[in-house]
Each structure stands twice: as structure tokens, then as C-alpha cells.
């Protein structure tokens, strides 16, 4: 899907490189067998993958970071919004910290496993019904089939497991109207009652 890394270390910047490129390597300084030397020569030194981004997506990539302190303020403004509107609801809320400052990526918060609220899949289905974008992030992960596959099972990580059956998602984006948070917050205040 595209991205971008950022590292301090030049040995990973290097394996990260290699990587993203099947593995390939096209300098001949690092070539493995030195009478690699012609000008088409390669080597695969490793089994990697196809991460390389396109001159359009790197493109986007730069514009979008010109803005991206805004994007972060933008959504950090509506976080706090979320965290002073719903504070008194029975929802355990993300923690706002000055330092490491979030990107506001997700505003999750954790919903009582309670009959009397419904459990989540009840406000989920509620909430998606007046046409709010909740979603649900993450399920654990060692509850999914490739790594049940290797040995994981319930149990072995029980916060993760009760964060997988809490946790919703608000919508958080730095286009969120006040019209529609305020929709969101009126929305749970009214299925919490």
C-alpha cells in the first residue's frame, strides 16, 4: 500500500532497502560473489518482497507530510472533544499524553463487556444503523487461523483478548465535522441511557 521508513541505524536502513526489493541487490560493493561485476549484474541475497513505491505514490507521500502536523493537531483537537464529551459514559477512554504525542491513527475506546449495555456488537450494530463508521481494532492477533496454526491459543494473552472484545473505534479524521462528532457522542449518550 505504500509508506515510507524512517531509521537512525544504517545497517537496518540497508537490510530495510534490500528487503522491500525481493532482496536484490544491484551494488556491486555489497555482492557476495565479487566476479559479480558487469553493469547487469544483481544479486538476490535474501528472500524479500515487492514494497517499492511508485514515483506517483512517493510524490503523494511528500505532499501528504508538508501537512501532516496539521492532520495531527486536527485530530488530537477532536480526541480531546471525545475524551471531554464522553468521560462520564461507562467507556474506558484513550489516555492523552504530551509526550510521545499520538498521531491519533485510531480513537478506540473499550466498551463494558455488560448485558445491560448489550456487549459491543449491540452498540457496534446500533451505531452502524445511523450510519457512523465505528469499526473494530484489532482482533487479537494470535487468535487468527496462521498463528492458532502455530501453536497460539485463548488464553495466552488475556488483556489482548479483552481488549478484542472491547474495543471499538470512533470515527477520527482530520475532515470530522463537529455536526457529525456531536451526532456520534449524542448517539452513544442515548444508547447508554
Not at 515510507?4 to 555489497?30: C, W, Y
Not at 503523494?60 to 501532516?68: D, H, K, N, P
Not at 477520527?172 to 465535522?177: I, Q, T
Request: glycine share 6%.
Amino acid at each position: 500500500e505504500g509508506g515510507a521508513v524512517m531509521v537512525n541505524d544504517q545497517t537496518l536502513a540497508d537490510r530495510i532497502r534490500l528487503l522491500r526489493s525481493h532482496g536484490i541487490t544491484r551494488n556491486p560493493d555489497n555482492f557476495q560473489i565479487k566476479s559479480n561485476v558487469n553493469g547487469w549484474c544483481y544479486e538476490q541475497q535474501l528472500l524479500g518482497f515487492n514494497y517499492r513505491m511508485t514515483e506517483f505514490q512517493a510524490a503523494l507521500g511528500e505532499s501528504q507530510l508538508r501537512r501532516l502536523d496539521g492532520f495531527i493537531q486536527a485530530k488530537e483537537r477532536r480526541a480531546n472533544i471525545y475524551n471531554d464529551a464522553l468521560r462520564d459514559l461507562p467507556l474506558a477512554l484513550p489516555v492523552i499524553t504530551l509526550e510521545p504525542r499520538s498521531a491519533w491513527h485510531l480513537y478506540v475506546v473499550r466498551v463494558p463487556d455488560s448485558p445491560r449495555y448489550g456487549g459491543r456488537s449491540e452498540i457496534y450494530n446500533k451505531m452502524r444503523t445511523r450510519n457512523i463508521g465505528v469499526n473494530v481494532h484489532y482482533t487479537p492477533i494470535h487468535l487468527q487461523p496462521y498463528y492458532r496454526s502455530l501453536g497460539f491459543s485463548e488464553g495466552m494473552f488475556p488483556e489482548a483478548e479483552r481488549h478484542g472484545v472491547e474495543a471499538l473505534s470512533l470515527p477520527l479524521y482530520p475532515e470530522l465535522s463537529s455536526d457529525m462528532q456531536e451526532f456520534v457522542v449524542a448517539t452513544l449518550r442515548e444508547i447508554f441511557q
